[in-house]
């Protein structure tokens, strides 16, 4: 099996039709937001989502809305990361970076709006009983929070990440917690409970760790013009990344061990996992 | 009847006892929130929306986890809104604004955090049958998004407000539209619906604009100790204002002219509204 282009195929095309507002005056903000947004890439997190959908015989399509809001979020936190407050980057996916092209304070309200609009999208187009949009947008808010996504960018920032613990606390907020909360909603939308959530949730929490070690690694050893962005960042910027605290090597071996810790969790999911056990190879595998 | 200081109140002690995080390593993070959260000042918009509970003899109290929601979200926007590459103020409530105290790369996550947890405290405080729930959250974030307040804020910075019309829209999104949104969740929290909802919506509408009239007037005429944040920014900055565009005397008519229409929407609404009649009055009246 190869990676799912068919999820894939289905996100770009929801992404492309949301309109954010028919107001002229606002245009360049949209744009912007649209720039960043549709600006391509692997959509991991929908993907996560729907193959999590897929894997209980659930229709992917019904999860589009929060699909496309993950990944929304997911493009929301990747343009603030970019800042010059932040990493300074000016290259994402082989483009200039949305302050590079739209200048810093429609930046800044580009990611703040694609955040609402994220919100908004679950609130009106997610069709499935009240409870349950409730808990996928508790799900979310909690994993783009303090113990989440933004608390693990301030890590980041703080430079207060040397030891190894302080290193891994701030991979799970920063990229692990959203992660897992793709695979959490796409449980919980397919109408998965109980227990079933709990493995769903050990397999998503492996994964997202997997993702952040072959991430660091990638930086160090990815080649700029197949990352689509600047290589070699995290040592320009000194941060304290698996491959500069372990060494490569051992960030290989630790990033091979949490693919297979990975599995061994899928394993316990009682649904149909093909997809979800090709997207964690892909995870691995992935050159960029 | 005076300003109802005994809702102040009940939101400063709710917003006092949030913890955004227990985890110590996030602790300049979530100080710099809560330095910026729990900078005083007459909270209108929690009032507001507990102000339309009590007029359909709801308990404010019940309203708490949105009520501070709103708060935080209107922090969000204020600490965004400082910011270098947008006013670059300095001094907010007579301290310093948030990226002067604790850096720039802080204050944009603690804006973006403080907007993450805002959702978090509604899908997990607030109590009420979830469709209710969702119907305020849907309010919430179409009343930040594009076509609410970063909209507003995005054409507040493009400096595209130079005809009446276009001055109108940014003051309608960047202000108008969170203020109307605390009245409307109010409404749903209290359960109302069909008309009277557009009562309330009427109103709303009407109390947004003037807050924003008022907002400009005070910018000209109002004393930097008294207002606790520069005073004349909107000069400094070439900012179009009511002000600016239609002169000082003229934006004073306008805005008693918006009190008067105010208070008459609210005379439509069925609901006991003397208090919400008091924040009209205090809006109107305020020197800072």
Do not use: W
């Not at 068919?6 to 002229?24: A, T």
């Not at 209980?56 to 970019?82: C, F, K, N, Q, V």
């Not at 949305?98 to 694609?114: F, P, R, W």
């Amino acid at each position: 099996m190869t990676y799912p282009d068919d999820l894939v195929e289905l996100v770009e095309s929801y992404l492309g039709r949301i309109r954010f507002g028919e107001d002229s005056d606002v245009s360049p903000l949209t744009e912007a937001m649209q720039y960043s947004l549709l600006g391509g890439g692997k959509r991991i997190r929908p993907v996560l989502l729907m193959a999590t959908m897929r894997a209980y015989g659930a229709s992917p399509e019904t999860a589009l809305p929060t699909a496309a809001a993950l990944e929304m979020i997911h493009t929301y936190s990747l343009i603030h990361d970019d800042l010059p407050a932040f990493d300074n980057d000016i290259l994402r996916r082989g483009q200039p970076t949305c302050h590079v092209k739209y200048g810093e304070s429609i930046a800044i309200l580009a990611g703040d709006a694609l955040f609402a609009e994220a919100f908004r999208l679950i609130c009106e187009r997610q069709e499935a009983v009240p409870a349950v949009i409730l808990a996928v947008m508790r799900e979310i808010s909690e994993a783009t929070g303090v113990r989440g996504m933004v608390g693990g960018q301030y890590l980041d920032v703080s430079g207060n990440t040397t030891s190894e613990a302080q290193l891994g606390l701030m991979h799970r907020l920063k990229t692990g917690r959203l992660i897992a909360a793709c695979v959490y909603c796409g449980g919980l939308l397919a109408g998965v409970g109980g227990a079933e959530l709990d493995n769903l949730t050990g397999f998503a929490a492996e994964l997202g760790l997997l993702f952040q070690i072959k991430d660091d690694i990638l930086d160090v050893i990815g080649d700029t013009a197949v990352l689509g962005k600047q290589a070699g960042a995290d040592a320009r910027l000194k941060r304290s990344t698996y491959a500069s605290i372990y060494g490569l090597e051992k960030a290989q071996e630790l990033a091979r061990r949490s693919m297979l810790l990975a599995l061994e969790a899928l394993a316990r999911v009682k649904g149909s996992t093909e997809t979800l056990a090709v997207v964690t190879n892909y995870i691995y595998e992935r050159q960029r």
